[in-house]
C-alpha cells in the first residue's frame, strides 16, 4: 500500500510564507513526477507546481516566482514553498505522484489534503 501524507498548512498574512511538505510511503519501487494541485472554495483544482523525477520543474503563471518546488529522492519527499502569499492562494492543497509500487504497476496517488488560508 501506497500513501501520500501533506503536512505544513496553517493561516498566514498576505505576503507571508509557508512550507507544504509531502512524504511517500509504502512498498515504493520509484517515483516519477510529483504535483502540487490546489482548489479553492467553489472552483476547480488546479495544478500548481510539477517536478519530474529528475528535477524539471514546471509552474502555474499564477504562482511563477513566489512558489518553489522540490523534492528528496532519497526520502521520498516533495516540498512546496510558498512566498508572498496573496489571499487568491488560499485552498486546499494536495500532493500527487505517480508511483510505481514493489509489487504492482505505476499508479497515481493522492494525498488528503492541507488547508492554506491566506488573510489578515
Known amino acids: 500500500q501506497v500513501q501520500l501524507v501533506e503536512s505544513g498548512g496553517g493561516l498566514v498574512q498576505p505576503g507571508g510564507s509557508l512550507r507544504l511538505s509531502c512524504a511517500a510511503s509504502g512498498s515504493i519501487f520509484e517515483i516519477y513526477v510529483m504535483n502540487w494541485y490546489r482548489q479553492a472554495p467553489g472552483k476547480q483544482r488546479e495544478l500548481v507546481a510539477h517536478i519530474t523525477g529528475h528535477g524539471s520543474t514546471n509552474y502555474a503563471d499564477s504562482v511563477k516566482g513566489r512558489f518553489t518546488i522540490s523534492r528528496d529522492n532519497a526520502k521520498n519527499t516533495v516540498a512546496l514553498q510558498m512566498n508572498s502569499l496573496k489571499p487568491e492562494d488560499t485552498g486546499v492543497y494536495y500532493c500527487?505522484?505517480?508511483?510505481?509500487?514493489?509489487?504492482?504497476?505505476?499508479?497515481?496517488?493522492w494525498g488528503q489534503g492541507t488547508q492554506v488560508t491566506v488573510s489578515s
Open positions: 500527487n505522484a505517480d508511483i510505481r509500487s514493489t509489487w504492482s504497476g505505476t499508479y497515481n496517488y
